[in-house]
T-cell receptor
Framework: EAGVAQSPRYKIIEKRQSVAFWCNPI?????LYWYQQILGQGPKLLIQ????????DSQLPKDRFSAERLKGVDSTLKIQPAKLEDSAVYLC?????????????FGPGTRLLVL | SQKIEQNSEALNIQEGKTATLTCNYT??????LQWYRQDPGRGPVFLLL?????KEKRKERLKVTFDTTLKQSLFHITASQPADSATYLC????????????FGSGTRLLVRP
C-alpha cells in the first residue's frame, strides 16, 4: 500500500513570497490533516478535512494560510505572504475515517525555510 | 488549554537496557493516548494506542501504561537496540467533533552500542 505522498520535500523562499504544498493521502482515507512542526516541537494541527469539508481549522492563521481538498482526495496548503516564523516542516497525514482510535499515517513532510 | 509535557532532555542509555519515557498531561482527560516514533527527516510513525480504561498495553518490546489519576503515560522499550534511537512523541486524542491529536514535543532516545 502506498503511503502519504508530499511535494516538494524542500522549499526556500524569501519573506512575503507565496508557497504551496501538495499532499496525496492513502487511497480510501476520508480524513486528511495538515500539521506544522517547528524545530524541537511536536506537530501542531493546522487543518483537518473530512472528505472535502473542513472539520477543524481553529489553529490555521487564516490571514495568510489557506488549504483546500476539492475532490476529497489530494490537498494543497498555501502560505501567502510567508513570514520568517513560518519556517517549519509541514506534515500531511491521513486516516480512514478520522476517529479517535485510528492510526494517522504521516507523509515525509515539506521542509520550508523562509529567509 | 490542554498541555502535554515530555522530557526535553535526550535519554541516553546502553544497549540492552530498558528505556522509559514519560508523558504528563494537564487540563484534559483523554479517552485515548497514542505514541509515535519520528526519525530525522521523516514523518511520525504510529506505535501504540492505549484507552483510558486500559492500564497497560504491550506490543513486542514496547509497553505503554496509562494512569488517569496521575495524568501520566509511561512508554517502555525493553532490550533496547541502537536502531531504537529516535524521537518519541506522545499525543492525546481530544474527543470532540474532530478527534484532534495534541502532540507533546517529544523525547529523543539515544541507545549506545
Amino acid at each position: 500500500e502506498a503511503g502519504v505522498a508530499q511535494s516538494p520535500r524542500y522549499k526556500i523562499i524569501e519573506k512575503r513570497q507565496s508557497v504551496a504544498f501538495w499532499c496525496n493521502p492513502i487511497s480510501g482515507h476520508a480524513t486528511l490533516y495538515w500539521y506544522q512542526q517547528i524545530l524541537g516541537q511536536g506537530p501542531k494541527l493546522l487543518i483537518q478535512f473530512q472528505n472535502n469539508g473542513v472539520v477543524d481549522d481553529s489553529q490555521l492563521p487564516k490571514d495568510r494560510f489557506s488549504a483546500e481538498r476539492l475532490k476529497g482526495v489530494d490537498s494543497t496548503l498555501k502560505i501567502q505572504p510567508a513570514k520568517l516564523e513560518d519556517s517549519a516542516v509541514y506534515l500531511c497525514a491521513s486516516s480512514l475515517r478520522g476517529l479517535g482510535q485510528e492510526t494517522q499515517y504521516f507523509g515525509p513532510g515539506t521542509r520550508l525555510l523562509v529567509l | 488549554s490542554q498541555k502535554i509535557e515530555q522530557n526535553s532532555e535526550a535519554l541516553n542509555i546502553q544497549e540492552g537496557k530498558t528505556a522509559t519515557l514519560t508523558c504528563n498531561y494537564t487540563n484534559y482527560s483523554p479517552a485515548y493516548l497514542q505514541w509515535y516514533r519520528q526519525d530525522p527527516g521523516r514523518g511520525p510513525v504510529f506505535l501504540l494506542l492505549i484507552r483510558e480504561n486500559e492500564k497497560e498495553k504491550r506490543k513486542e518490546r514496547l509497553k505503554v501504561t496509562f494512569d488517569t489519576t496521575l495524568k501520566q503515560s509511561l512508554f517502555h522499550i525493553t532490550a533496547s537496540q541502537p536502531a531504537d534511537s529516535a524521537t518519541y512523541l506522545c499525543a492525546l486524542v481530544r474527543m470532540d467533533s474532530s478527534y484532534k491529536l495534541i502532540f507533546g514535543s517529544g523525547t529523543r532516545l539515544l541507545v549506545r552500542p
